[in-house]
């Protein structure tokens, strides 16, 4: 039997939708068997309950802890499988389930590490608010800068990872994981592919990211990463912070949109 590959979905209070995108997880990808794991990170709504009858297993968290820290656990999960791939995405039913096979075939085909699923690849999601478009093409830019790599969304949340990335991802705040989990793998070396997928706004519930806390949290998290990592990758140094040309207090610009995502 080959290994499986694991598809993870992170949720807080996602039950009106978490059952639908469980429901649609192909059987198998590649000759692979899908498992699917869903984190129930804290949520007062059931989402562990409906994911289960949908057919996922479920890791409950006692209270919320974060996207981030529900992310390190599904990675976590992977590893201690032996996963031949692992991918995660939201809950919320933004992202195909069924596109999963996109996502891991360069890595079983030992073509990537890394594997992002870009709503930009083939020009602007028809389903995606205006505000949130701007927003995530902006700290898009700024990720591309640093990497020197052809990002093309720095933010989304559908992604993949060979057996070896899975087990050295660092994701070192709770928050989220979208900018220090590119830099971390990068930075190590591991090789970044992006495929096109599909979007679609969610339908249900509400989206946690908002502009003003998004940054807070994640602009010192990204200063942490690059202290604690190497600097220099396979595609070149990645840009100093403290170099204005980056723009990294700009980003704090009260015109910028409210959303992110």
Request: hydrophobic fraction near 45%.
């Amino acid at each position: 039997m080959p290994a499986p590959v694991l598809l993870f979905l992170p949720a807080h209070d996602e039950a009106e939708a978490v059952g639908d995108v469980v429901a649609r997880v192909p059987a198998e990808v590649c000759g692979h068997p899908v498992r699917c794991l869903v984190i129930d990170d804290g949520s007062s709504d059931g989402t562990g309950s409906v994911a289960a009858a949908a057919g996922a297993e479920v890791l409950r968290f006692d209270q919320n802890r974060g996207l981030g820290a529900g992310v390190r656990a599904g990675l976590a999960a992977g590893h201690a499988m032996g996963a031949a791939a692992v991918a995660f995405c939201d809950a919320d039913g933004e992202y195909a389930p069924e596109e999963l096979e996109r996502l891991v075939a360069p890595i079983l085909s030992g073509e990537a590490d890394y594997v992002v699923g870009s709503r930009f690849a083939e020009g602007r999601p028809r389903h995606m608010r205006l505000h949130r478009m701007v927003g995530n093409r902006t700290l898009t830019l700024w990720v591309r800068r640093l990497t020197r790599l052809p990002v093309t969304d720095g933010q989304s949340g559908y992604r993949a990872f060979s057996p070896a990335a899975t087990a050295a991802a660092e994701v070192i705040h709770d928050f989220n994981y979208a900018q220090v989990l590119t830099l971390d793998l990068v930075a190590k070396g591991f090789r970044y592919a992006e495929v096109p997928i599909s979007y679609r706004f969610r339908s249900t519930g509400t989206s946690f990211v908002k502009l003003g806390p998004y940054l807070r949290k994640v602009v010192p998290a990204v200063r942490r990463e690059l202290r604690s990592t190497s600097t220099v990758t396979a595609h070149g140094p990645m840009l100093d912070l403290r170099d204005p040309e980056v723009g990294l207090d700009d980003l704090a610009a009260p015109a910028l949109p409210t959303a992110v995502d």
